[in-house]
């Protein structure tokens, strides 16, 4: 029985975990879960999965909880780090949005026990240089990094020509900069295969998902960016694949379900029964394309191997800059390509080419860089097309 806890669990990853936990009672017992503020979200699940203690990390929700009594112990941030450095926990599912799910996962590996199952994205582009030694504890959720892992499982990194990630190409493929210039939100929220939270659509019609990505796997499998390619693949079914210098590429293909990967995180390297992911193999392999990335109208990528090229924050400050670009689009302060404006315009930043010599300090930088963003960036942006 492994004892599993599950971060972010209001969330579409965290609510599928919950769904998975929940179908394998005799294989996973539910330590405890977090959730920001999304109350309501975990509420089914408590009854059902019985969990030891239920971290909330927002302290007014916190309070409201305690208020209400959900009937389960409550814990905040602080103590919910505690617990994961401190508990005997065997799996760690760390699907938190945005970059402050990286502490979450640093307090994990701070604990020698636990496997981290990682769904949060930013955990390896704000802090990967920091984490690297445990990598081999890293078992990733993200679909193409699954399938990256699942393709490299027995093979040797040196034996490695390239590592390719798969892309849907988004709502915009095919689209030039002039399409792009008057989106909406609801445009680029429509993505055409995955059901996701609305940072990761956003980031998956800019490509900027798809950076963010490359980034991630550079840290994972210490492959340099260079040898890092993106195909585009709309139909969602080869998730990633390995070149290997003998010129042998090994792909993995599965349904475009995250329950698989999760599944596979969790109970690796067992491979569980699950029947729902079955697929009509001549339906759905018979008709697989490939196209390059347009690198002119989504310039992300670049973005991505510039910032690994600076190293030190210039990772974490371009996802920032992402954060606070996307936010603002969505609340309609700016436009669609303004994103790409705002990425391009965080990397000639001085802050990008500091080297923090902690996350810590790393994070002091990053929040503050966040304003700076905000006030010069937005206004200026805004201020010109008046
Ligand atoms: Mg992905």
Known sequence: MRRVVVLGASGSIGQQALSLLAAYPDRFRLVGLSIHRQIDKILPWLSRLNPEWVAITDPESLHRASCSGLGFPLINKAELHERLETQP??????????????????????????????????????????????????????????????????EQTSHVEKLILTASGGPFRGKKTNDLEQVAPEQALAHPVWRMGTRITIDSATLMNKALELIEAHWLFDIPPEQIEVWVHPQCIVHSLVLFRDGTLKAQLSLPDMRLPILYALSYPERLPFSEGRWQPFVSISNLAFEPVDEVTFPALRFAKEALRIGGAAPALLNAADEVAVDAFLRGQIPFLDIFRCLEWSLQQPEAHTHPDSPQTLEVIEQAFRLKVRKQFLETSHAGRK
């Open 89 to 154: 926990i065997d799996i760690v599912l760390n699907a938190i949005v945005g970059a402050t799910g990286f502490w979450a996962s640093w307090h994990t590996l701070r604990n020698p026990a636990p496997r981290l199952a990682l769904a949060n994205k930013e955990t390896l582009v704000f802090g990967g240089q920091w984490l690297v030694n445990h990598r081999h504890r890293i078992i990733p959720v993200d679909s193409e990094h699954s399938a990256l892992f699942q393709c490299l499982s027995g």
